[in-house]
């Protein structure tokens, strides 16, 4: 260890150096706390009265987590779900599958064996570590979900006169034309700014390294910038091996891409990599708690009334396959049900606490899944996963995550549309839709999309029959007005769900405010 | 259909009224030429004299390859291979291996059953067609590389007292900061620019959605660029929900990080996402090209001797396990050795040629695999794969790509070093290597790195019998001078390898090389 130990000293020296000021002391304390995750590990909830009884409403995650942890404090545990499956928006449409959305329009899905489309959640950060722990917890593989992808395409009708680019030659070229100007205003001396000479310096050889500038600091057409965009001609092997450099794209057309929106898509905390899914599907998930308390769960259940007060709760539902209502009485209830849903359900809940529910608009989104006969997205195009974005109504496409180089059809997302696309899209027949996702998705791969084709699914969310909207959309306003009034516990009932979170629309927020919301009622509990 | 429409029309219009120009239809030609490969498909190698031999010197990708296609083609063909395996640098040590380096240290593996180290080459691009060819071809099975990875640390001793940052943080802050500095500019109005109002306006946009800038565009503590950098207090459910935003780095650390040198390597076009490695280790590759040819290897061959002329070849070898010498006779040869070794085999190659194989200096590095009790980088830290990286010699780490969440031990690739700092772990026993990865990589994970360590195996390229060496370094100069006469076919030899491409150090170098090699040699026997 010889020749190690003066690194060592180094090493140390340097620090010691600069961590003499208690300025940096204090940095390194404050920067040392960032909290990533909510997650404590499971919640602890001892105590629990012997017979205490609870009734969850819904079988979605959220609910399938409170009744699992509720059930393991020692809570005698019901589960009233309105479908005939537990998962709620934990969802995939596989081969054999018939689904029916408000207005009536039925689809037989007739993928493949193993293939699938997730139309509710369909990728799990590495932060989310609620659900990572309870994926491991009940046994549910995962496998890495492709989300950045540097040769996925965008584009933009308003661009390149509507040809789709590469995401690497777009980000190269921004990125290059941004340090190149940037390096500019500090040779004009011209920047307003507090960097000291030193800083200046770093930054100009930052900006050089980064943007990929040549030695007279500008971004232009060479080996260097096409070792970030891409080669004209790439290098080889042999005699005619020489690599032969990009053209640069006019910056006009580079802004005109938007491209910066994806960059900062890449960024979003909720989108950085790495990230996962489910193997055979995003319903594996579902299913995995089901696994766990499924003998719980009343399926198609129809909650009709909610009452409840301080000595206990009564919820009426109507068995759907028998016809017949019946009332359920509990100590407690957890109801995870959408308000959307909520709202339309009698209860005795104070005015505040309705209003709340009523006060939360919901998002529509609207995804098609598109089974090709043959991945010609990776064979012709070289897209392994991840997404090519568009400026058109679809919004994006997406490229299967597993089974890379598979023979067989796949499925594609061919759409992942929301706001006023995604309502016209909901507006249309299932047929329509997936005509749609043709038109448009062709601009990516022109010569395949269609002669591919195998056939589509889609689901849109203001038509699914069990919760008529995709996710709770809060604002600041809404927030203040209404969140802690919807999560607070009233006398034996608290609501759960992603709409009960700050990680709205996300599987994560489900999980958390069930975690949440259960550890605040076992505590009603004990007191009451 | 009807309601898409109109959307198709105005996007045909939308075509339409960009495409006008000339210029435009222009730059579409020339965007959609951009060729991302070499590789055109498998060679057609017809014609070929029945009974014309060739040999082969060298079991590596290239060899092997060489050997595969001129098989197919017609030719007897024979192998020589130095060690007692094919693969060559395409290498995976295991436990129960035992690999003795130059200098006589013997190194006996102790991984656990599934857990290995790749010595040389990790990782494939998506761009390395061939390579994906013949993986396909042979079944090799391959799954995601995790080659980018936001929540990776980034080390720099100079910067932030000698602490690790995620590198989300660093590079949401550095793209904060010129986003801010170079929208000042525009205020300014100082900006030496061509561009038009319009897209003057179009580039502040950018920058503000781009580098999370605040209303009036500047860059500070909120949620919005907190959603890039991370929390203090991340999103959460129920009550206790509302997320905190985290203080920004100083510039000054940010720029000291160097974090603009991981993000100009993430946009290498050989590091770009997606990537791929073979499930079970690189040597996966190697063992798939075997079951091809290894039927024609002669191994434990030293080759001490090449004479050829324009009607033959004669290889002369020593079978190292019986330890005799022979000489074996062919009309061709494809020559694979590496550089640093063949240029101490006597041949009687034009001095040229001999000139241009003694020209090209061999890279070292250094890689160093620490096999440690659990996934605390997971469990504890976040990171599903990826890389963490310092400016200490062991310059990164990275982490195992395979059975995430996984129970049970795992290995951690503890150094991958170039340059002095390799020649320095080059120098050091096996044993200092392993405690000079321990003693930098606890910068990242300073409470597990020792604790949970189990044992250790390191490669220094410069000390590998069959190599000495990592691979060639071609530089502008030795390229003008030396390349084309180092690949030319001379009378019945040609040499083939990653030596020989422009592809230097990758697979897909080598396999480039070969293919273009015996598609020249072949063309050659047509002639003879």
Same mark, same amino acid.
């Given at each position: 260890?010889?020749?190690?130990?003066?690194?060592?000293?180094?090493?140390?020296?340097?620090?010691?150096?600069?961590?003499?000021?208690?300025?940096?002391?204090?940095?390194?304390?404050?920067?040392?706390?960032?909290?990533?995750?909510?997650?404590?590990?499971?919640?602890?909830?001892?105590?629990?009265?012997?017979?205490?009884?609870?009734?969850?409403?819904?079988?979605? $995650?959220? #609910?399938?987590?409170?009744?699992? &942890? %509720?059930?393991? *404090?020692?809570? /005698? !545990? @019901?589960?009233?779900?309105?479908?005939?499956?537990?998962?709620?928006?934990?969802?995939? $449409?596989? #081969?054999?599958?018939?689904?029916? &959305? %408000?207005?009536? *329009?039925?689809? /037989? !899905? @007739?993928?493949?064996?193993?293939?699938?489309?997730?139309?509710?959640?369909?990728?799990?950060?590495?932060?989310?570590?609620?659900?990572?722990?309870?994926?491991? *917890?009940?046994?549910?593989?995962?496998?890495?979900?492709?989300?950045?992808?540097?040769?996925?395409?965008?584009?933009?009708?308003?661009?390149?006169?509507?040809?789709?680019?590469?995401?690497? *030659?777009?980000?190269?070229?921004?990125?290059?034309?941004?340090?190149?100007?940037?390096?500019?205003?500090?040779?004009?001396?011209?920047?307003?700014?507090?960097?000291?000479?030193?800083?200046?310096?770093?930054?100009?050889?930052?900006?050089?390294?980064?943007?990929?500038?040549?030695?007279?600091?500008?971004?232009?057409?060479?080996?260097?910038?096409?070792?970030?965009?891409?080669?004209?001609?790439?290098?080889?092997?042999?005699?005619?091996?020489?690599?032969?450099?990009?053209?640069?794209?006019?910056?006009?057309?580079?802004?005109?891409?938007?491209?910066?929106?994806?960059?900062?898509?890449?960024?979003?905390?909720?989108?950085?990599?790495?990230?996962?899914?489910?193997?055979?599907?995003?319903?594996?998930?579902?299913?995995?708690?089901?696994?766990?308390?499924?003998?719980?769960?009343?399926?198609?259940?129809?909650?009709?009334?909610?009452?409840?007060?301080?000595?206990?709760?009564?919820?009426?539902?109507?068995?759907?396959?028998?016809?017949?209502?019946?009332?359920?009485?509990?100590?407690?209830?957890?109801?995870?049900?959408?308000?959307?849903?909520?709202?339309?359900?009698?209860?005795?809940?104070?005015d505040k606490k309705q209003r709340a529910i009523r006060a939360v608009p919901y998002s529509n989104s609207v995804k098609i899944g598109l089974e090709m006969r043959r991945r010609f997205w990776e064979e012709d195009a070289h897209i392994y996963g991840?997404?090519?974005?568009?400026?058109?109504?679809?919004?994006?496409?997406?490229?299967?995550?597993?089974?890379?180089?598979?023979?067989?059809?796949?499925?594609?997302?061919?759409?992942?549309?929301?706001?006023?696309?995604?309502?016209?899209?909901?507006?249309?027949?299932?047929?329509?839709?997936?005509?749609?996702?043709?038109?448009?998705?062709?601009?990516?791969?022109?010569?395949?999309?269609?002669?591919?084709?195998?056939?589509?699914?889609?689901?849109?969310?203001?038509?699914?029959?069990?919760?008529?909207?995709?996710?709770?959309?809060?604002?600041?306003?809404?927030?203040?007005?209404?969140?802690?009034?919807?999560?607070?516990?009233?006398?034996?009932?608290?609501?759960?769900?992603?709409?009960?979170?700050?990680?709205?629309?996300?599987?994560?927020?489900?999980?958390?405010?069930?975690?949440?919301?259960?550890?605040?009622?076992?505590?009603?509990?004990?007191?009451?």
């Open positions: 260890m010889e020749r190690q130990t003066p690194t060592r000293r180094q090493l140390l020296n340097a620090i010691g150096l600069i961590g003499g000021t208690s300025a940096v002391y204090a940095m390194m304390t404050t920067f040392g706390h960032a909290e990533e995750t909510r997650f404590p590990g499971p919640p602890k909830l001892d105590g629990a009265r012997k017979g205490a009884s609870v009734i969850v409403l819904g079988a979605g $995650l959220a #609910g399938m987590l409170a009744a699992y &942890e %509720l059930e393991k *404090a020692g809570y /005698k !545990v @019901t589960i009233l779900e309105y479908q005939g499956r537990a998962g709620g928006r934990n969802w995939s $449409l596989h #081969g054999g599958d018939t689904y029916t &959305e %408000l207005g009536g *329009a039925t689809q /037989k !899905v @007739t993928f493949a064996k193993g293939n699938y489309l997730n139309p509710g959640p369909w990728r799990i950060p590495y932060h989310h570590r609620t659900l990572l722990h309870y994926c491991k *917890a009940f046994g549910v593989e995962l496998e890495p979900f492709i989300q950045f992808n540097h040769n996925g395409f965008v584009h933009n009708i308003d661009a390149f006169g509507g040809k789709p680019q590469r995401f690497k *030659a777009l980000a190269a070229d921004f990125e290059g034309n941004v340090a190149e100007l940037l390096s500019k205003s500090i040779n004009q001396k011209t920047l307003d700014t507090q960097l000291t000479p030193e800083d200046l310096e770093r930054l100009k050889e930052a900006l050089r390294n980064w943007g990929m500038l040549d030695g007279d600091m500008r971004y232009t057409k060479n080996l260097r910038s096409s070792s970030h965009r891409g080669y004209d001609l790439a290098p080889g092997g042999g005699v005619p091996a020489a690599p032969r450099p990009s053209d640069l794209f006019p910056l006009d057309d580079v802004l005109k891409s938007g491209v910066w929106n994806q960059m900062a898509l890449y960024m979003n905390d909720e989108m950085q990599t790495t990230m996962f899914q489910p193997k055979g599907g995003m319903d594996m998930i579902g299913k995995g708690f089901a696994k766990q308390v499924g003998h719980l769960v009343t399926y198609n259940a129809k909650v009709t009334k909610l009452m409840q007060d301080k000595s206990g709760v009564a919820v009426t539902y109507t068995d759907m396959k028998k016809g017949v209502t019946a009332t359920a009485n509990a100590d407690f209830c957890v109801c995870t049900i959408p308000l959307t849903v909520l709202s339309q359900i009698q209860t005795n809940l104070p991840g997404h090519s974005f568009t400026s058109q109504e679809i919004s994006q496409i997406s490229y299967p995550n597993s089974n890379f180089f598979g023979d067989g059809p796949a499925v594609l997302l061919g759409a992942y549309s929301s706001g006023p696309a995604a309502y016209r899209l909901a507006g249309m027949t299932p047929e329509e839709r997936i005509e749609a996702a043709l038109a448009q998705g062709s601009v990516f791969h022109p010569e395949s999309y269609r002669k591919e084709f195998v056939s589509g699914a889609s689901v849109a969310w203001s038509r699914v029959p069990w919760v008529m909207g995709c996710c709770a959309r809060w604002n600041e306003d809404t927030r203040r007005e209404h969140y802690q009034e919807l999560v607070a516990v009233e006398d034996r009932t608290v609501l759960a769900g992603e709409h009960a979170s700050y990680v709205g629309c996300w599987m994560e927020g489900s999980l958390l405010s069930s975690l949440d919301a259960i550890t605040r009622l076992h505590q009603r509990a004990l007191e009451a």
